[in-house]
């Protein structure tokens, strides 16, 4: 076949009939989800000896508190438990999500409200999958989390990044957002605390956000899978409590993984309108079927008990975040604004890049991630990974001892920074 031109002159790319194209477009646009993959980099070193420290995994270090392994226990021997449960979930589990979402946020939902889903990633995918029709646009504040632009795009919509950067905390202003709104835009996505950046908006913040997204007939996706995990001052407002007139364009993502440290037992859910529910219900029933049995036997008992184990995980974490959060600044160049919530910090790094460290001058902060894993043998997530570049994401969810010294490395080897 000869090559064909545009109009324009420049080569179009080659016509493929449906057997060459081995991956589909959709899904061969998806990229690998960075903070796996640092963290299987961080791993596979530490496999072959190296004694590596990994600030890449976005999970808890404490294991499943023990009334809640107990309950799966339980019902792995019950053979109730070994059958299939509605596609959209257990009822005694739609229950618990329904009073666990009262007695934290004060949000009166029933159980057609709720979907349980594959974790919060799965709830996240459906919704959007089940809001958006192709082209529809979704305002992404900006550093976001990984999966948010690859779960639009997947479903057919356009992500809209908005930056914030450190002088205001990473939190974006009601102007920021009016400025990237078009005609096309269908939802916001809202999620306090974040992911990657720690940041919690206040009550006040929230309000004013939620308003301009309801004078706008916006629909809103509010990610609170860190409610539980703020410090200091900071607290926690759900979106559609804090502006009621949201509620019915409003699905709340949340799960088990942080608040209970179950990341590897998947039971997350969509909170929304009866009619997106029912929809991303369909989806799941086509797609997936119901979270695993026991899963969610556990989950009821994660959601039926009461908050200690977070309470005591929450002290852990607030001790690391300051730690960190110290640490990094003591560092020429290195600008740490102090999260407020989950587990991450997200320092500026950009008074690093270009400098000579150990024969290399890294200029993005993916490259000063490599030189970091490869001569302090401390694995980071870059800030491109998050839509930032510049800046690397630390989760401090490992232990005290680890953090000083991963931490004590990077001050060492980023001390030798030479123009
Ligand atoms: N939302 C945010 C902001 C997250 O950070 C994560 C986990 N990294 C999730 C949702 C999803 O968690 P899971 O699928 O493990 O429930």
Redesign the pocket.
């Known amino acids: 076949m000869s090559a064909a031109t545009s109009p324009e002159g420049s080569p179009e790319p080659p016509v493929q009939s449906p057997t060459q194209r081995r991956v589909s477009a959709r899904v061969g646009s998806i990229s690998e989800s960075a ?1 796996l993959a640092v963290d299987a980099k961080a791993k596979a070193l530490k496999a072959a000896g190296r004694p590596v420290i990994g600030f890449g995994a ?1 999970e808890p270090d404490f294991p499943t508190p023990g009334y809640i392994v107990d309950a799966a226990a339980e019902a792995c021997r019950d053979s109730k438990y070994h059958r299939y449960t509605p596609a959209g979930g257990l009822p005694e589990l739609k229950a618990a999500i329904v009073a666990k979402t009262r007695r934290d946020s004060g949000y009166e939902i029933e159980p057609a409200n709720v979907l349980v889903t594959n ?4 709830a ?1 995918y459906e919704a959007f999958a089940a809001m958006l029709d192709p082209g529809d646009e979704v305002i992404v504040p900006a550093p976001y ?1 990984t ?1 948010y632009p690859e779960s639009i795009r997947l479903a057919g919509g356009v992500p809209v990044p908005v930056v914030a950067d450190e002088t205001t905390g990473y939190r974006v202003d009601v102007e920021q957002l009016e400025a990237a709104r078009t005609e096309h835009t269908k939802v916001l996505l809202f ?1 306090s605390p ?2 990657p950046t720690g940041a919690v908006y206040s009550r006040e913040q929230i309000e004013r956000i939620g308003r301009w997204a309801a004078e706008h007939g916006l629909w809103v996706m509010t ?1 609170e ?2 409610e539980h995990l703020v410090y200091g001052d900071a607290e926690h407002h759900s979106l559609p409590v804090v502006v009621p007139e949201l509620r019915d364009r409003c699905v709340v ?1 949340n ?1 088990v ?2 608040t209970y440290a179950m ?1 590897g037992w ?3 859910w969509v909170v929304g309108p009866k009619d997106v529910v029912k929809a991303a219900t369909n989806l799941q029933s086509h797609a997936t079927s119901n979270v695993a049995n026991v899963s969610q036997a556990a989950a009821v008992a994660a959601l039926t008990g009461d908050l200690t184990a977070v309470d005591e995980m929450k002290t852990a974490f607030d001790r690391r975040r300051r730690t960190i959060v110290r640490m990094l600044n003591e560092i020429d160049g290195v600008v740490c604004p102090e999260p407020e919530g ?1 587990f991450y910090a997200y320092p500026s790094v950009k008074g690093v890049l270009g400098k000579e460290i150990r024969g290399r001058r890294p200029a993005t902060s993916v490259e000063l991630a490599e030189v970091i894993l490869e001569e302090a043998e401390v694995a980071v997530v870059p800030g491109e990974a998050f839509g930032t570049p510049g800046y690397l994401r630390l989760s401090y969810a490992l232990g005290d001892e680890d953090l000083t010294e991963g931490i004590s490395r990077v001050q060492k080897l980023l001390a030798e920074a030479r123009d």
């Open positions: 903070t976005g974790g919060g990633k799965q996240i989390w999966t999620v974040s992911n990610d899978i860190y993502v799960g993984a942080k990341t998947r039971v997350g989950a």
